[in-house]
């Protein structure tokens, strides 16, 4: 009985491995851990950014707005939770995806807005502020990408034959993944115009 019950074991391993289920395995793991990573290092970032506020504050008085407007944005990625469940929910994702968008933006209006201070930008603080926020950026984009491809590499599997007929018998789905948002904008060429004229600084 027992030689029985180990060969239609043996029997079962090789013929589910040979149908793309370990490799379902490997690659969801994978597409867990490239997603901790992100999640990661958006946490970094999020942390970080009431220490830039903080210091831009007592030099850029006047940019209130801008200020309040990266406030609110870490505020409203700090409401949805990033769960590792996030990752089979496209609708959260995309809800997900599009805070963290709102907030990479409302930073990139803050680093402008800091360039008309110049004892800001000498200010030793806030340089090492300013370079752990770029380093935590970079990161960012590292981590997205590795969460691209393991996604990739899922998504290829699912649907691929015979390992999408392994897929369906476990409940295994394509997942979503990052994407551009602003696609219309980001491939219309930038206008360069060197005869207009700068705006004297009050």
Partial sequence: MYRWTLGLALIGSIILSGCGYNTLQSTDE????SWGEVLNQYK?????????????????????DVLIGVTEARSKVSTIQATPELIDNPDAFSKFQHAQGEL???LSRLMVIVEK???????????DLQAQLEGTENRITVARNRYIQAVKDYNVTVRSFPSNL????FGYTVKP???VENEQ?????????FNSKVAPEK
């Fill in 44 to 64: 970094r970032r999020a942390d970080l950014i009431p220490n830039v506020v903080s210091t831009v504050k007592g030099f850029a008085k006047h940019e209130k």
């Fill in 104 to 106: 990479s933006s409302a």
């Fill in 30 to 33: 994978q597409i867990k851990a």
């Fill in 185 to 193: 904008e980001i491939v219309t060429p930038p206008i360069v115009d």
């Fill in 117 to 127: 201070y110049p004892e800001l930008k000498s200010d030793t603080n806030f340089r």
């Fill in 177 to 179: 993944t990052f994407s």
């Fill in 166 to 169: 392994t897929a369906m018998m």
